[in-house]
């Protein structure tokens, strides 16, 4: 983005400097969306193998050919079955979702993992209330706890749990667990006075502000100029 003629030079340093490492941010950005998307795709297709092959029809049995002579045929023992299918794999193990004690600001992490373990793991989940229930397991403390419990509760109450499917688990989930405004968070702090670098280094101050300016819907170079700091 060309800037105008008589831009100070410190503010168009800045700014290149800035882009620089925002170009930089995407590239990676994109490589570890590459690399997940392999590792999901060849993870998926080794279940679906998995699951062809513990559940796929017995193959059919050899008949012996009719016999061309008037003494028997030698009647030739059964192959054996392989291991491989007498023997039920065991799939990668996947990692279970983190504890959650109802905190906003990792409220979408949490929920992104399970959503990851329930994509690969589908066979283990049968209905959406053991989904949900799975889910709740890991509401060890903090609001989380105490809104499992009320749940719970509410079916004391009345014989019914009350979330009845995993879309609407998902969007109370949301309505309870995810920041009420990211924008106007990101906005608040990049319009405080308290917001500066401090102690960090410049790749982790850099990767917090351009979340930041992200939320804030900020584009306007000058700004990210005068907020970078």
Not at 5 to 19: C, E, S, V, W
Not at 42 to 55: A, D
């Amino acid at each position: 983005m060309s800037l105008p003629a008589d831009t100070p030079p410190a503010i168009a340093d800045t700014l290149g400097y800035l882009q620089h490492h925002l170009q930089e941010l995407t590239e990676r950005q994109n490589a570890l969306e590459h690399v997940i998307n392999n590792t999901l795709v060849g993870l998926t297709v080794q279940i679906q193998q998995l699951t062809q092959l513990m559940t796929g029809p017995a193959p059919a049995p050899t008949v012996a050919p009719p016999p061309v002579t008037t003494s028997p045929p030698p009647v030739n023992p059964p192959s054996p079955v392989p291991s491989t299918l007498t023997k039920q794999r065991t799939r990668p193990k996947l990692p279970s979702p983190p504890d959650f004690s109802g905190e906003q600001t990792s409220g979408r992490a949490f929920f992104n993992s399970c959503t990851l373990y329930l994509r690969l793991a589908p066979e283990q989940f049968s209905c959406d209330e053991e989904k949900i229930f799975w889910t709740l397991a890991f509401f060890k403390d903090g609001r989380a706890a105490r809104w499992s419990e009320n749940l719970f509760c509410q079916e004391a109450d009345t014989g019914i749990f009350p979330i009845q499917s995993w879309a609407d688990f998902k969007q109370q989930f949301q309505s309870q667990f995810f920041p009420v405004n990211a924008e106007v968070d990101a906005v608040n702090a990049l319009e405080g006075s308290t917001y500066y670098q401090g102690n960090r280094t410049v790749d982790n101050y850099l990767d917090s502000f351009l979340t930041l300016v992200f939320n804030a819907r900020y584009t306007d170079p000058r700004t990210l100029v005068v907020k970078f700091r």
